[in-house]
């Protein structure tokens, strides 16, 4: 139960971001005339335009009063470091970077490592499986805790619960 809770707060927390993001970053990129042509100017584009964003929205939002994201809010869940208090802004922190190093890692391999948009080279095609195999063991994981923790929350020393 909790490990769907958990996954669907996820989900919705994504499509929220992605609504507001992507219109905004196109409207940005639109006013200031710049169009990324090559894979790292795309990469500094989803840093600015969606990375460091998504990163202050999940970062903030565990460490909020509440403990949650408004995906966690609707699910009726939340994150508690390991005594059962709202996480502190490092350990938030920490929790978001290795929560989103999957995510971040795709970025880096799609388009920071790219030298043709094109034409993916074996570097990219190696950290695109770490990427994948990384999600893999996040989700097993929290399949293991029946979705209490996560690899991130065990670094992070908090876990998911119900309200």
Sequence with gaps: MLLAKRTAAYLVDIIILFA???PAGFLIQRWFAYQPNT???IARVILWNFSLPVWIYFTWSDR?????TPGKRLFKIRVTDLTGN???????LIRTAFKLLP???????AFALSTSPSIMVALQWAVLVLANLLAILYFAVAIATRGRRSVHDYIARTEVCMI
């Design 20 to 22: 507001i993001l992507a």
């Design 39 to 41: 894979g790292p100017e």
């Design 64 to 68: 909020s009063p509440g403990g949650a």
């Design 86 to 92: 709202r996480p502190g802004f490092g350990r938030a």
């Design 103 to 109: 995510w971040e890692t795709v970025h880096v391999a």
